[in-house]
């Protein structure tokens, strides 16, 4: 391991995009695991615009992570909700949908669980 990195997600190992030009997942691949910088555009949707992508009923995703800039609104199936804003931590369990809240992109950085978040199932 290095014992200096630095990576630029400008210049990602690889972008997956939402469907309907919602968005995208840039991914970089480093020795502790995948970090992603997930790009959601307004009216953006999981139940629309990954669901496809993932093949399940709700996101079966784990997410950790920190809210750059916009409002992400997420449900859980047993009904809990909760809305994230700019400096926000955020910690997600899977089973659940979530959405763009307002006209501004949700830029969101994700440490746990984008190993496989909007890969095409096969």
């Keep these: 391991m290095a014992g200096i990195v630095r990576r630029s997600f400008d210049t990602a190992d690889e972008t997956r995009p939402f469907e309907g030009g919602k968005g995208r997942l840039d991914l970089l691949t480093t ?6 910088r997930a790009v ?16 399940t009923d709700s996101c079966q995703a784990s997410h950790m992570g920190y809210v750059v800039s916009g409002r992400l609104h997420v449900v859980m199936d047993d009904g809990e909700e909760a809305d994230f804003g700019p400096g926000d931590f955020m ?7 979530g959405w ?18 909007a890969k095409p199932s096969s």
């Design 31 to 36: 020795d502790g695991g995948p970090v992603g």
């Design 40 to 55: 959601f555009e307004p009216g953006w949707r999981w139940s629309e615009h990954v669901k496809p992508l993932a093949g």
């Design 91 to 97: 910690e997600i369990s899977p089973g659940h949908d």
């Design 100 to 117: 763009v809240v307002g006209d501004e992109p949700c830029v969101a950085l994700d440490w746990v669980g984008v190993g496989d978040y």
